[in-house]
């Protein structure tokens, strides 16, 4: 069964680094999301994207986040300076069609 | 705006015995609804959507969940609960016009043997 693949699987970053998180989204898949969850928090949308381009974002995807789908395969979330509070697990996740959103195992960040 | 509650941090059930795990959103208009579940070290695995249609949807793994407008609830259920569907699972909603999914908090289903 295809899925949703994310690298790595942690990273430890100092602030004020960038760091880049990638995924390879499910290979028929059009739309593509990111979100994140701090521990023992709620998982929050960041941002949707399709056709090239960003559909949707949430207030925390500010300036300081991109986002950016290279090739055919890979979509990757950059964030430009890491905060401390950008700590967290970022998932990866993609559909065919809206809305039902197929998910990565996530890239665990953590800003020291 | 959309949100998603989920009142129980954990449910306990016996193997063998029924499960629920409520569930109760707030969205402008008809939403879609949404349950994944999330083992160790892995990520969100869709279980289920309603989007329109029977209230009563079924889903992977012998899950079901009922839609009740009224009570503007989405509560997942499953008539034998199996030692290995301890997890923690996540309701979800979005908007019709919209494509994000708001989460609720997540409720870890624990099944004792």
């Known amino acids: 069964e295809p899925e949703v693949t994310q690298t790595p699987s942690h990273q430890v970053t100092q602030m004020g680094q960038e760091v880049i998180l990638r995924c390879v989204p499910i290979s028929n898949h059009l739309y593509f999301y990111w979100y994140r969850q701090i521990l023992g928090q709620k998982v929050e949308f960041l941002v949707s994207f399709y056709n090239n381009e960003i559909s949707e974002k949430s207030e925390i995807f500010d300036d300081q986040f991109s986002v950016e789908r290279p090739d055919g395969s890979n979509f990757t979330l950059k964030i430009r300076s890491t905060k401390l509070e950008d700590s967290a697990m970022y998932f990866c996740?993609?559909?065919?069609?809206?809305?039902?959103?197929?998910f990565g195992p996530g890239t665990r960040l953590l800003v020291l | 705006a959309q949100s998603v509650a989920q009142p129980e941090d954990q449910v306990n059930v016996a193997e063998g015995n029924p499960l629920t795990v409520k569930c109760t959103y707030s969205?402008?208009?008809?939403?879609?609804l949404f349950w994944y579940v999330q083992y160790p070290n892995r990520g969100l695995q869709f279980l289920l959507k309603?989007?329109?249609?029977?209230?009563l949807v079924k889903g992977s793994y012998g899950f079901e969940a009922e839609f009740n407008k009224s009570q503007t609830s989405f509560h997942l259920k499953k008539p034998s609960a199996l030692v290995s569907d301890s997890a923690l699972y996540f309701c979800a909603v979005s908007p019709r016009a919209g494509n994000m999914l708001t989460f609720g908090g997540g409720t870890r289903l624990m099944v004792k043997p």
């Open positions: 969205v402008s208009g008809n939403p879609y």
């Open positions: 309603y989007i329109t249609g029977d209230n």
């Open positions: 996740a993609s559909s065919e069609t809206y809305p039902a959103q197929y």
